[in-house]
């Protein structure tokens, strides 16, 4: 595959005025592996699910690492400006508004989608990141504008995969500069409990229903 070419599902929405959802599967998954958590969280959404280019041992990933929880930043880079470049094309392609395109991403996924919207401002209108880390780790992201764009983060206080203190930091830097953050911690490790599911749920229909509001903890 080439320049914007993502093996990918894509599902047309069934409600009118539905958001597209992203869907980015963590490690070793695959373009199928979300499409029933998007199904849950936006019944009528379209869907577009594509498939990690990086091949780590056999598994499926969206950017190379060096080692376990240390991330090969300038591949973070350049693999978040070929997936925006995908989404761009498929929004012209498939006829779907690109102002209401939400990310939703699980571990390395949602990590990818955190470097879009650090680094593709504009790209997403919202983003939904469980189990996420900052993505360029000790580097400080650019100042770019995310006014009126919403985020749900949802991290567990034991996830061994990514601690706590990594999803607080993506927190910050976003809410830095100026995204709409709503964080939910949960007792658990690296999953995506019920309750969390269903705060993003409600914080996804409040996010389309109208604009941001003013950051809360």
């Known amino acids: 595959m080439t320049g914007t070419a993502f093996a990918h599902v894509y599902t047309p929405p069934t409600r009118p005025g539905a958001p597209t959802l992203l869907l980015l599967h963590g490690t070793g998954g695959d373009e199928h592996d979300l499409l029933g958590l998007g199904r849950l969280l936006a019944p009528g959404a379209a869907l577009l699910s594509p498939r990690g280019r ?24 350049r693999r978040a400006h070929e997936l925006a470049d995908f989404v761009e094309s498929a929004a012209a392609g498939r006829g779907f508004d690109p102002e209401r395109v939400v990310a939703v991403g699980f571990s390395n996924g949602a990590n990818i989608a955190a470097a879009l919207l650090l680094l593709r401002p504009g790209l997403l209108r919202a983003a939904a990141l469980f189990a996420a880390a900052a993505p360029l780790q000790d580097e400080t992201p650019e100042p770019v504008d995310l006014t009126g764009t919403d985020v749900f983060i949802g991290a567990g206080i034991r996830d061994l995969i990514t601690p706590l203190d990594q999803a607080e ?24 409990p019920p309750e969390v599911l269903n705060s993003a749920q409600e914080w996804l229909r409040s996010a389309m229903a109208g604009p941001p509001e003013s950051l809360s903890e």
């Not at 930091?169 to 995506?192: F, I």
């Open 54 to 77: 990086v091949d780590e041992n056999g598994a499926n990933r969206w950017f190379r690492r060096l080692r376990e929880g240390v991330f090969d930043v300038a591949d973070v880079r």
């Open 169 to 192: 930091l993506l927190a910050r830097q976003l809410a830095d500069r100026g995204a709409h953050v709503q964080m939910q911690t949960h007792p658990g490790g690296h999953g995506l």
